[in-house]
């Protein structure tokens, strides 16, 4: 079964403008992790959030993480038409054995110039 | 340089053949995965493989079968492809440290397409 589903599907801003997307989760985490993938390549690991952690920034990037609500989000902040991509959630199990990650369905951001 | 590299990027390919994808890893992971992409881009795992071992088989019917002949090096090859194997698959290495894995990074994928 799908461990995280990820809201909205789609999402269409114009530059500049902020995007948020968000991710929710069944079971207990250890991390949680986020990806993009541009049309056609491959996905690119973008941040990792540990289960003590509450929040954390990589550039333009803010993540959040609430484990009482088993849910996530990512924030993009000032978008440019180069962040259009598909962004995903991932989740290891915490007594998972061999580094299985389970994604989200993704979230397809559109961001016009 | 790659940091993990497979190939062929596309394959085209008849129905009851058979193929490989080969994937690389130079960034000294210990654990390689396979993941497959639906056209719905939704991932799921195939295997993973820690330092040449076999960890996960998740329910993947046994005409994939995956090879690791060194922890740099995880092939894939399929017997008897069928319509529904078209899908991309790719390939991913992470660090993995008392089970957690850290980031993965991933090939560019092999678009395999059955006719």
């Known amino acids: 079964s799908q461990q995280g589903e990820e809201d909205p599907q789609a999402l269409s801003i114009q530059e500049g403008e902020n995007a948020t997307m968000n991710c929710s989760y069944k079971?207990?985490?250890?991390?949680l992790q986020w990806y993009r993938q541009n049309s056609g390549r491959g996905l690119v690991h973008l941040i990792l959030i540990r289960s003590n952690e509450r929040e954390k920034h990589s550039g333009r990037l803010r993540v959040t993480l609430d484990t009482s609500k088993k849910s996530s989000s990512l924030l993009i902040t000032a978008s440019r038409a180069a962040d259009t991509a598909s962004y995903f959630c991932?989740?290891?199990?915490?007594?998972?054995?061999?580094?299985?990650?389970?994604f989200g369905q993704g979230t397809e951001l559109s961001v016009k110039p | 340089d790659t940091a993990v590299s497979q190939t062929p990027k596309y394959l085209v390919t008849q129905m009851g053949n058979d193929k490989s994808i080969k994937c690389e890893q130079n960034l000294g992971h210990d654990t390689m995965y396979w993941y497959k992409q639906d056209s719905k881009k939704f991932l799921k795992i195939m295997f993973s493989?820690?330092?040449?071992?076999?960890?996960i088989n998740e329910t993947v019917p046994n005409r994939f079968s995956p090879k690791s002949p060194d922890k740099a090096h995880l092939n894939l090859h399929i017997n008897s492809l069928e319509l529904g194997d078209s899908a991309v698959y790719f390939c991913?290495?992470?660090?993995?440290?008392?089970?957690?894995?850290?980031?993965?990074?991933f090939g560019s994928g092999t678009r395999l397409t059955v006719v």
């Open positions: 079971t207990s985490i250890n991390n």
């Open positions: 991913a290495s992470s660090q993995v440290r008392r089970s957690r894995p850290y980031g993965y990074t």
């Open positions: 493989y820690n330092n040449k071992e076999l960890i």
């Open positions: 991932a989740t290891p199990l915490i007594y998972n054995q061999g580094g299985k990650l389970i």
